[in-house]
């Protein structure tokens, strides 16, 4: 199913309608629907897609060959072969094309690997032919280490020559009900909160049956794909996992700050300083501070929590579990979501899903228009959500239970807005989640 995209693939049709010569890279963790939205672009387009195994090259080569062969005169294609990738490239580039042909490299990384001088043959075809010819290369990886180091960092081989780069990132909580159109509003803030945004994680929800049922069928069953994503993600990107998967399982159970991670693991803050760059790096992590720092780099509140909801889910939920889980034993796991899921998970997405609608609509929350929207905190206390602009400031509460009174939460809520200095226009905000499900 191909939902939503459509800011991606406009600047996709601006790069082929231009007149410049365009190399774009496309980049994303896996799952997020890259290919998908490839696709959907060179429909209709004179193209020629390949996508990278980690097979034989020259069975790929084969492959690239009679997808050339569309391009040029029969008595030419019945004799044609080439010895490598790059003279297959080579030749592509000196046809002339009456039409702009989309050349794909998608799994661009796979070729790099089995090729490790690849990328610095590619730099020498763009540089003395590709860029004069009337090709749209488009590189497309999900490892994105390796598309960093030989694609898109400054030490790269082919840095300077793409002329646009879009990362691919999950879909947000309104593209939901897109993949998933039965789901009532509780459901839809369930599955946000456990199989997350990626495109390939809601096409394996099952609208039939309930949202327990599905997370013990699709999650918990060790012959489901989704069983095992974690460790297949993160063991692609990183050779050496275990540091990385007990950092990521400690945040999973809620511990944020740097200090305490470490104090989890038995190792010292420091220790952990290259780790948590690296996860960073790799889009897994992120490191919020306040909404209100002006310097959010030399911050002292920063706190990490793992980007993708369904790779948090599955950090606290499965790995940790997985001693019940290989025999089966999925009783435990199940009643073990069924007592603490609302609290450690929905609550949060619930948070998240209001900064993003507050973001979209500002007009159903507020009288003004904000700058930035975020949470708050200093070492005492918490605000779940600050929006402010240059002259006005609203601050938020989210309730995610049943009975809430609210005239106490706002009464609380002004107490710990007195901790903030601004010389703003103040409001104040609880939003539940009996407003939600209207």
């Not at 999925?330 to 929905?346: G, M, P």
């Amino acid at each position: 199913m191909f939902v939503n995209r459509v800011k991606e693939l406009n600047f996709l049709e601006d790069e082929y309608d231009s007149n410049r010569a365009s190399f774009s890279v496309v980049y994303g963790r896996r799952r997020v629907g890259k290919t998908a939205l490839l696709s959907q672009f060179i429909k209709n387009k004179n193209h020629i897609y390949l996508y990278i195994t980690q097979s034989d090259l020259n069975s790929q080569l084969t492959s690239f060959t009679l997808q050339i062969k569309q391009f040029v005169d029969e008595s030419i294609s019945e004799h044609l072969s080439f010895k490598s990738f790059e003279d297959a490239i080579g030749f592509l580039a000196t046809l002339k094309l009456e039409k702009r042909l989309v050349l794909v490299i998608d799994e661009y990384q796979y070729i790099t690997t089995m090729d490790k001088s690849f990328s610095s043959k590619l730099q020498k075809l763009w540089d003395e032919k590709l860029q004069y010819s009337n090709i749209y290369l488009i590189l497309c990886g999900s490892v994105l280490s390796m598309m960093q180091s030989e694609v898109l960092n400054y030490s790269a081989p082919l840095y300077g020559r793409r002329t646009s780069q879009f990362h691919i990132k999950s879909v947000k909580f309104k593209h939901i009900v897109e993949f998933l159109p039965n789901l009532s509003r509780l459901e839809q803030m369930q599955v946000f909160s456990s199989f997350g945004t990626i495109p390939k994680y809601l096409n394996e929800y099952d609208q039939s049956i309930s949202f327990m049922q599905n997370v013990e069928k699709k999650i918990l069953n060790k012959n489901s794909y989704l069983y095992s994503e974690g460790n297949f993600l993160l063991k692609n990107e990183i050779s050496d996992s275990s540091t990385y998967f007990s950092i990521l399982e400690s945040i999973s159970k809620g511990n944020t700050k740097i200090g305490s991670i470490a104090s989890t693991l038995s190792v010292t803050s420091t220790h952990l300083t290259k780790y948590l760059k690296k996860l960073i790096d790799l889009d897994i992590v992120l490191k919020e501070t306040p909404i209100t720092e002006t310097n959010p780099l030399k911050s002292k509140f920063g706190r990490y929590k793992i980007k993708d909801k369904f790779l948090n889910f599955w950090f606290y939920y499965i790995f940790k579990n997985y001693n019940y889980l290989e025999i089966e034993q999925t009783k435990a796991v199940l009643s073990e979501i069924d007592l603490n899921f609302n609290d450690r998970f929905v609550s949060f997405s619930f948070e998240e899903f209001v900064i993003e609608d507050i973001y979209e609509n500002p007009k159903k929350y507020l009288d003004f228009t904000p700058l930035k929207v975020g949470r708050w905190w200093n070492n005492k206390e918490e605000i779940d959500i600050v929006a402010f602009n240059d002259e006005n400031i609203a601050f938020i509460e989210c309730k995610w239970q049943n009975s809430v009174k609210e005239e106490s939460v706002k009464e609380k809520l002004i107490l710990k807005s007195e901790n903030i200095k601004h010389t703003k226009k103040s409001s104040y905000l609880v939003i539940t989640k009996q407003e939600y499900l209207k």
